[in-house]
């Protein structure tokens, strides 16, 4: 029943025709939840760019950086963590390796260094999962409110249909055809907003939290680096 009802109520409404029929209020809705999507889009675009910039210039990173702690060339090792700026990976790594070069190489300082280092790569990890994070909160938003949003452009428009219905002399489809379908339009123009905002929020956040383990693992070699390299000197 409800099926055939929808049917009789969508038959010859075009875009155009719906749009032209729909109260202010449900347009406002559309407006707001076109203003959403664009915003989401936009979100997840800029994200992903700089994702992928992350992890392109980290893999290009990592061999570089480990062939110069490897033959102990601390200077070298900063230089080339400077020329990935948007590596997750160098800017911890950086962190580390001026912390420590600011504090000397004395034996005696080797434990207070090594703290200080490893206190250096966290900040830097903190810091850079904030940006990372930078936002996924408005997805998170959209993809919550988004439904609600078109829900209120569906109640204007069930009350809008009892409303025709009521004022009809004779009461059929056609007195409800406006209000239905401006319920239906804001109903599935929310869904459509909010699903891809949290698809986009969903995958963010796994990748957010992959660079973070990432970031970690490097800040803890950088550490145990760091332990042999005095262990060796002192031998």
Known sequence: MFWFLLQEAMQGLDLMEMWDKMGWVAKAVVWILLIMSIWSIAV???????????????????????????????????????????SHLARVVVAGLKEFQAHGASDELSGEVHEASRRACERAAAITHEEFKRGTNALATIGSTAPFVGLFGTTVGIINAFQGMSQAEAAGIGAVAGGISEALVTTAFGLFVAVPAVWF???????????????????SELIDYFVKRRSLSRG
Do not use: C, G, H
Not at 53 to 76: M, T, Y
Not at 201 to 219: G, K, L, P, Q, W
């Open 201 to 219: 929020f969903n995958y963010f956040t796994s990748r957010i939290e992959a660079f973070t383990v990432e970031m970690d693992n490097s800040s």
């Open 44 to 86: 997840a675009i800029e994200r992903w760019f700089s994702f992928r910039a992350a992890k392109k210039q980290s893999r290009e990173f990592a061999p570089a950086v480990a062939e110069a702690l490897k033959e102990s060339k601390i200077e070298e090792a900063i230089m080339v963590s400077e020329k990935y700026t948007k």
